[in-house]
Structures are given as structure tokens and as C-alpha cells.
Nanobody, 122 residues
Framework: VQLQASGGGLVQAGGSLRLTCAASGPSAGNYAMAWFRQAPNKEREFLAAISWSGQKTLYGDSVKDRFAISRDNAKNMIYLEMNSLEPGDAADYYC????????????????WGQGTQVTVSS
């Protein structure tokens, strides 16, 4: 499975962005998918995950009231709608997936795409 994130860019504080992750290859999109981010000199942070059906989602505490994850299985794509962006949201954003089914959406992501950079100006 190959994952490609896109949609990053420069946005003013308070603004919005929508990130897109396209999955391709065998079994692409068959499992839960997630978004993470990593800022310079910081650990990778879990942001959101969505089950294969799209019926179950999980969010990290820092973004749960501002970000929304969704998916379109017909297109093998997931999205991250980011609102009320803050300078602290600046980071490289990555999508990820895993190769097994589990009710726990918060772990097990082993396949990663290249990141897309988000910059937030104050």
C-alpha cells in the first residue's frame, strides 16, 4: 500500500485547511487509517483515526474539537478537515494505515506516507 498526503500549505491563525491522503496498491483502504503530525524537535503526535467503514472515529485530545477525519472508500482517500488553526499546529502531517482489523483505532499503524507540511502564521 502506498499513501500520499497532500493539501498542506501556509495559513493564517484561525484559518482552515483540508488535507487529503490517497491510498493505492493491494488492499488499499481496507483498514483503519489515521493522521499524525510531527513538529521539529517534537515527538510524533496522533491526531485522528477512522475505521474502514467510517463509522468509528478517534481523536487526539489536542485536536478533537477542531479537526475532523473522514474517508471516501470509493476513492481510497481519507481527509482531515482542520479548523481554527493555531501556530502550534504547524508540523509535517502524515497519514498512515495498518494491515489488520481491530476495534482499537489508536495504535498499530505501520504503513506511512510522505508528509505534507502545514505552516500557520500568527
Amino acid at each position: 500500500v502506498q499513501l500520499q498526503a497532500s493539501g498542506g500549505g501556509l495559513v493564517q491563525a484561525g484559518g482552515s485547511l483540508r488535507l487529503t491522503c490517497a491510498a493505492s496498491g493491494p488492499s488499499a483502504g481496507n483498514y483503519a487509517m489515521a493522521w499524525f503530525r510531527q513538529a521539529p524537535n517534537k515527538e510524533r503526535e496522533f491526531l485522528a483515526a477512522i475505521s474502514w467503514s467510517g463509522q468509528k472515529t478517534l481523536y487526539g485530545d489536542s485536536v478533537k474539537d477542531r479537526f475532523a477525519i473522514s474517508r471516501d472508500n470509493a476513492k481510497n482517500m481519507i481527509y482531515l478537515e482542520m479548523n481554527s488553526l493555531e501556530p502550534g499546529d504547524a508540523a509535517d502531517y502524515y497519514c498512515a494505515t495498518r494491515t489488520y482489523y481491530s476495534g482499537d483505532l489508536g495504535s498499530g499503524y505501520t504503513l506511512w506516507g510522505q508528509g505534507t507540511q502545514v505552516t500557520v502564521s500568527s
